[in-house]
Structures are given as C-alpha cells and as structure tokens.
C-alpha cells in the first residue's frame, strides 16, 4: 500500500485505487501512528492528539474502538494483515514495504541537495521538481491536529519551501530568469517575509535587464520588513541591491 500525506490523508491499495476515512478521529489516529511508522505510540499520547485537552473518563475504552475500526479500514485497503500492533504502551504502525509519499519526498530532496554540492543543477532541478509534483494541497489536508502532527506538518511545510528555494536556485544557476520572474513573484506576494525568494527575484530581474524593477523590489521587501518586524533586511540582500546598483559583474549568469 501506499499512504499518502501531502495533501489531504489517504491510502492507495495494491491495484491504485486510493480511500480516505470519514471520521476524524479515526483519521487522526492513523496520521499519528505514520508519522511515527515503526515507533511505538504511547495511548496517552493518541489521546492528546485526538481529544487534545479535553480527554474523555472512557479515553483508553474509546482508542481500543478506533483502532479496531482503522484495523478494519486498512484491511479493505488491500492489507492482507494489518500493520497496526499492540505494543505497550501503545501501537505501532508497522510500514513493512509499503511507501509513504513523505518519505520518498525528502529522499528527492536529499538527492537534489547531492547534486547541488556536485554543480549538477539539471539533475538537482530535476529531483526537486518530482519532489514538489507529489504534493496535492496543505499536508494532511484541513485534519485537526495536536503537538506530534503540528510539529510534523510545520517541519514538512518547511522542507517544501526550501526545496522550492533550493529549485530556484538551481534553475538560475542554469540561465532560466526570465521565466522565474512571473513565478517569483507569485512567491513573493504569498511569502512576503520570506527574504530569499525576495533575493532570487531581484536577481532574476537583473538578469532579465530589469534593473530599475529588482531596485523596486528591494525597496518594497525592505519597507515591508521595516514595517512588520522593525528590521532591515538581511545582509544578503543588502550586499545584492549594492551589487545592482554597481552593475557587479559577479552577478551576471555565466553563460
């Protein structure tokens, strides 16, 4: 099987065909235990996730219910025996052979990084695109969530926009600025905080003979910055908008 993560929670059977559970709780359940695949879960740590901090008296009762109905669920999925075992304190999912598409993602990125370090920017670009293709939407979807699934989905958000970063440079390193600027943009606006997605747009400006529109970008992301936190802008960008307006020729894409 397949359990997939990055975007709304659901599984893919052995012939491709993918369900999801209905029940929130149950689905909870389920996201912890993949998120700690081939760990034991403490009960009192499902509890938390589930109930947050309003646990029932009849909690243990209730967990036993529910995983004996992801028992089932995972036994219609294809599973010919289930992966979720009694294990004191608590259960743990056993993966076995199957994929989680998490996991696959940060081993595209791990192989994009390689890449980078050896100057392979088409084969880091390329890794980091898959990487990014596999995501269908906010991980785990819209799912309520305690401490182990907050810290999870915040982690792999991270992960996702650093290897968003990690592509654009890569593309730069390759000559494609000009059709980065309408995408950085994009970025810009939804990640305003965000000071490196500011910097590969301001270069990617400049490379594209657009000088004045980089210096407008450095002007914006500074007030910004100025305006939110009270700060100035990282180093970085303070030493690109000099380089622009000295026309460094470090900054021009070695062809």
């Known amino acids: 099987m397949r359990y997939e993560l990055l975007g709304p929670l659901r599984v893919v059977g052995d012939e491709g065909t993918s369900a999801s559970i209905g029940a ?18 403490a009960t009192e740590q499902l509890m938390t996730e589930i109930w947050g901090d309003r646990v029932p008296r009849r909690a243990t009762a209730g967990i036993h219910v529910y995983v004996s109905q ?19 304190p608590g259960y743990v999912l056993r993966s076995g052979t199957d994929e989680l598409d998490h996991q696959s993602f940060l081993r595209l990125v791990g192989w994009g990084r390689d890449h980078v370090r050896d100057r392979r920017y088409e084969e880091a670009s390329a890794c980091f695109e898959n990487a990014l293709e596999m995501w269908r939407g906010p991980v785990l979807g819209d799912l309520s969530y305690g401490p182990i699934v907050e810290g999870f989905v915040t982690w792999l958000s991270e992960t996702r926009l650093e290897c968003t970063e990690m592509l654009i440079d890569a593309q730069l390193e390759l000559g494609r600025h ?33 000088q004045a529109d980089a210096l407008e970008v450095y002007r914006s992301v500074r007030q910004t910055i100025n305006d939110e936190l009270g700060l100035e802008p990282c180093r970085a960008l303070q030493e690109l908008q000099h380089g622009i307006l000295t026309a460094d020729y470090e900054l021009e894409w070695a062809v």
Do not use: W
């Not at 709780?25 to 760990?39: F, G, N, Y």
């Not at 992801?70 to 004191?88: A, E, Y």
């Open 24 to 41: 929130q709780k149950i689905e909870t359940l389920l996201a912890v235990l993949l998120i700690r695949a081939d760990q034991v879960v």
């Open 70 to 88: 992801l028992r089932k669920f995972l036994n219609r999925c294809g599973g010919s025996s289930s992966p979720v075992v009694t294990r004191p």
């Open 178 to 210: 000009r059709e980065l600027v309408g995408r950085l943009y994009s970025l810009t606006a939804e990640h305003p905080l965000r000071e490196a997605f500011s910097r590969q747009l301001m270069l990617a400006l400049y490379r594209s003979d657009r």
